[in-house]
């Protein structure tokens, strides 16, 4: 902790010092901003590039599609998705065939049957 006269002396180097000047709300965001936005690891796929990788091409330890239609989740990790399915096999379709193998929804028209995928990032 410091003392009173220590605290007196940094407040006033603050004092004499030139603020910065803060940045409007409506300026553009400096280019290391950008760059650290980037670099970071949830910037590297969108949606849609996720679900076209290969499983073993994926980082994550658990992977996770849920059902637009009948709002069920289902859980693999992905060690036990390369097992079963193969490295190479490609997610979304592994994804369908996880939700498909438990469809509860089965009208008997192909255009209706089955579940809904919806690719769910954590």
């Known amino acids: 902790m410091p003392t009173p006269k220590q605290v007196e002396k940094l407040a006033a180097e603050a004092a004499r010092r030139p603020a910065s000047p803060a940045a409007a709300p409506d300026a553009p ?6 760059e650290s936005v ?11 590039q996720m679900r076209q990788r290969r499983l073993s091409d994926i980082q994550r330890h658990v992977l996770r599609i849920s059902c637009r239609r ?3 989740t289902v859980e693999i990790q992905t060690a036990d ?32 049957d089955g579940c809904w995928p919806a690719f769910e990032t954590p």
Do not use: F, M, S
């Open 81 to 112: 998705a390369v097992r079963l399915y193969r490295g190479n096999a490609i997610w979304k379709d592994v994804a369908q065939r996880l939700l498909d193998n438990t469809c509860q929804q089965r009208t008997g028209r192909h255009e209706e």
């Open 38 to 48: 980037l670099k970071d690891a949830r910037a590297g796929a969108t949606g849609a």
């Open 29 to 34: 965001l400096p280019a290391e901003y950008w």
């Open 70 to 72: 009948c709002e069920r």
